[in-house]
T-cell receptor, first 109, second 117 residues
């Protein structure tokens, strides 16, 4: 089955800096890769996604890159703000979403 | 947009009792729904895939006789935790895939926080 590895588990940055979270997946059949932001006690919120026929996608301060050959994808957040502090999950789809273990991002002002 | 309603949002029950959690897609038909469990400070772990009109597919290590899933219509799936024990205390979240929409975002319910005393 699919296995998704996510790094780092925690990430602390200063406001205005960039943050990068990386994920790898094992199932070459996976072709949909969303990223979720989860605040404590709440459901995950989709922040950006990418499909296997696209290498990069950007939405304002957030971008995602995908390397299908290497089976890894990354989330890039630029100009981080304190409200970006949350847990971020990557996922890979084989119908159901298989999630990485999450990255706790802390942005200090 | 697509809305998934999950009830209850929280429940406290005594050990040995059963708890039913409902997941409804309010404005779309969902052929497939997924049930996840999330322990504190951990990731979402897929428990089972629920298909309308057929038996659910359970992930390895998930007891199908303990976590009963019913997907009787295109808009409703239920998860019943039978004979609940304190170790079943967790955050349970359902998600639904819009019928016919392959590789599209899943829509999550708000989750149910189960506490077994």
């Amino acid at each position: 089955g699919e296995n998704v590895e996510q790094h780092p588990s925690t990430l602390s940055v200063q406001e205005g800096d960039s943050a990068v979270i990386k994920c790898t997946y094992s199932d070459s059949a996976s072709n949909y890769f969303p990223w979720y932001k989860q605040e404590l006690g709440k459901r995950p919120q989709l922040i950006i996604d990418i499909r296997s026929n696209v290498g990069e996608k950007k939405d304002q301060r957030i971008a995602v890159t995908l390397n299908k050959t290497a089976k890894h994808f990354s989330l890039h957040i630029t100009e981080t703000q304190p409200e970006d502090s949350a847990v971020y999950f990557c996922a890979a789809s084989r119908g159901a979403l298989i999630f990485g273990k999450g990255t706790t991002l802390s942005v200090s002002s | 947009g697509a809305v998934v309603s999950q009830h209850p949002s929280w429940v406290i029950c005594k050990s040995g009792t059963s708890v039913k959690i409902e997941c409804r897609s309010l404005d779309f038909q969902a052929t497939t729904m997924f049930w996840y469990r999330q322990f504190p400070k951990q990731s979402l772990m897929l428990m089972a895939t629920s298909n309308e009109g057929s038996k659910a597919t359970y992930e390895q290590g998930v007891e199908k006789d303990k976590f009963l899933i019913n997907h009787a219509s295109l808009t409703l799936s239920t998860l019943t935790v039978t004979s609940a024990h304190p170790e079943d205390s967790s955050f349970y979240i359902c998600s639904a895939a819009r019928q016919g929409a392959k590789d599209s975002p899943l829509h999550f319910g708000n989750g149910t926080r189960l506490t077994v005393t």
